[in-house]
Nanobody, 123 residues
Framework: VQLQASGGGLVQAGDTLRLSCVDS????????IGWFRQAPGKEREFVAG????????LYADSVKGRFFISRDSAKNRVSPQMTSLKPEDTAVYYC?????????????????WGKGTQVTVSS
């Protein structure tokens, strides 16, 4: 498994940004892909997740209704589209993979992590 997160950048409040997580290894069959973020001075927190076996999704309350996660199985890609971005969304965003179909918001059960991508939202 080799996870690669990309798509971060500097945007203004209210803008939309789409991140991408690609597995250059075996692909995303029957896994859970979770997105987490860590802002300076804060603990890492769950953002969104998708179960590739069931297409079920899970969102943190802070992003519900603004972030939408989807997958492209042909491209081994999971992409959260982040809309109506706020300055408090500024963080390094990480994608992680967990074997099995069960969605989770807990980072300590994830099996693999990709390098983060920085998202900065200016006011």
């Amino acid at each position: 498994v080799q996870l690669q997160a990309s798509g971060g950048g500097l945007v203004q409040a209210g803008d939309t940004l789409r991140l991408s997580c690609v597995d250059s290894g075996r692909g995303f069959s029957h896994y859970v892909i979770g997105w987490f973020r860590q802002a300076p001075g804060k603990e890492r927190e769950f953002v969104a997740g998708i179960s590739t076996a069931e297409d079920a999704t899970l969102y943190a309350d802070s992003v519900k209704g603004r972030f939408f996660i989807s997958r492209d199985s042909a491209k081994n890609r999971v992409s959260p589209q982040m809309t109506s971005l706020k300055p408090e969304d500024t963080a390094v965003y990480y994608c992680a993979l967990r074997y099995g179909p069960t969605l989770t918001e807990y980072d300590f059960v994830m099996d693999y992590w990709g390098k983060g991508t920085q998202v900065t939202v200016s006011s």
